[in-house]
């Protein structure tokens, strides 16, 4: 059984940073790639960013610049460094990995995690 467990998130006032992690744990061959989503109320899920398993990131252009993926591979963890916040930040926010396991590569999701950005 895979999971992902996410931690981190939390009430911060605008301007301020957070630092999300999301730790992988279960049987399994390898991860893939790895990335954070973000849902608001109302809103559909979107993607906020990716790393390959080459270290290849993509954010969109609503948090390139702010936002930054990393992971550990040793850790079988992946960070999100969340600065300058904006209250449009505001969401719960979901790893998701690509893991390789019973010789299929399969899609997990975290349990999310809220964030809170304060005017």
């Known amino acids: 059984q895979v999971q992902l467990v996410e931690s981190g998130g939390g009430l911060v006032q605008a301007g301020g940073s957070l630092r999300l992690s999301c730790a992988a744990s279960g049987s399994f061959l390898s991860i893939n790639a790895m990335g954070w989503y973000r849902q608001a109320p109302g809103k559909q899920r979107e993607l906020v960013a990716r790393?390959?398993?080459?270290?290849?990131?993509n954010y969109p252009d609503s948090v390139k610049g702010r936002f930054t993926i990393s992971r550990d591979n040793a850790k079988n963890t992946v960070y999100l460094q969340m600065n300058s916040l904006k209250p449009e930040d505001t969401a719960v926010y979901y790893c998701?990995?690509?893991?390789?396991?019973?010789?299929?590569?399969?899609?997990?999701w975290g349990q999310g995690t809220q964030v809170t950005v304060s005017s």
């Open positions: 790393i390959t398993s080459g270290n290849s990131t």
């Open positions: 998701n990995a690509l893991i390789t396991t019973r010789g299929r590569q399969y899609g997990y």
